[in-house]
């Protein structure tokens, strides 16, 4: 089966401007995670969607940061406006929704650089 | 609030040798416990879960809920084990996952 798709792999932008980020989740998971990968550290969620809806985005920084999982599939992440701290890789992953599994299946990231 | 704690941010073993990546967690119910591997260039995926009680490529964990650990062990390492090793909690199932800080464990030959 085809695994999470996330673009671009690779943004290089300025202080102030602004970015979005695009993931496909594996085909049927109804769950959808965007993590923030700061170097040296370990993941940390920023949002989880259900379907469409927002089950915990306790962690997201909503002054600059909005994700919209519209039509319960692929899901956009979108900073505006960038500052230098929001350098990270940006994962995105997808779960089942059923039973106690819920194993969660990673893409392979966005590396963004904010100068 | 829950914490993963991973001591070693590096661990450098020669092949062959006994490995041990230390995980300490922070939480005051019953976790699911997990370890996330990403080697040189791929993604991060799970390695194994406590729940399985499996080995997977000769790794196994044993959580000891009286020293809140969950420490990744292999008897003889082998070169192909270079990676990140992330140490991962999850409150229930349909919580989010809280990593570590993750540690960089290479084989030398």
């Known amino acids: 089966e085809a695994g999470v798709a996330q673009s671009p792999r690779y943004k290089i932008i300025e202080k102030r401007q602004s970015v979005a980020f695009w993931c496909n989740p594996i085909?049927?998971?109804?769950?959808l995670y965007w993590y923030q990968q700061i170097l040296g550290q370990g993941p940390k969620l920023l949002i989880q969607?259900?379907?469409?809806?927002?089950?915990?985005d306790s962690q997201l920084p909503k002054d600059r940061f909005s994700a919209e999982r519209l039509k319960g599939v692929d899901s956009t992440l979108k900073i505006q406006p960038a500052k230098l701290e929001d350098s990270a890789v940006y994962l995105c992953?997808?779960?089942?929704?059923?039973?106690?599994?819920?194993?969660?299946?990673f893409g392979p990231g966005t590396r963004l650089t904010v100068l | 609030a829950q914490r993963v704690t991973q001591p070693e941010k590096l661990l450098s073993v020669f092949k062959g040798a006994p490995v041990e990546l230390k995980c300490n967690y922070s939480?005051?119910?019953?976790?699911?416990l997990f370890w996330y591997v990403q080697y040189s260039r791929q993604r991060l995926q799970l390695l194994l879960r406590?729940?399985s009680r499996e080995s997977i490529k000769g790794f196994t964990a044993d959580l000891n809920k009286g020293e809140t650990s969950f420490h990744l062990k292999k008897p003889f390492a082998q070169e192909e084990d270079s990676a990140m090793y992330y140490c991962?909690?999850?409150?229930?199932?349909?919580?989010?996952?809280?990593f570590g800080q993750g540690t960089r464990l290479t084989i030398n030959p």
């Open positions: 992953a997808s779960s089942l929704d059923i039973g106690r599994d819920r194993q969660q299946f």
């Open positions: 085909s049927g998971h109804a769950t």
């Open positions: 969607f259900q379907n469409n809806g927002v089950v915990d």
């Open positions: 939480y005051s119910g019953s976790p699911e």
């Open positions: 406590h729940i």
């Open positions: 991962a909690l999850r409150p229930g199932p349909a919580q989010k996952l809280v």
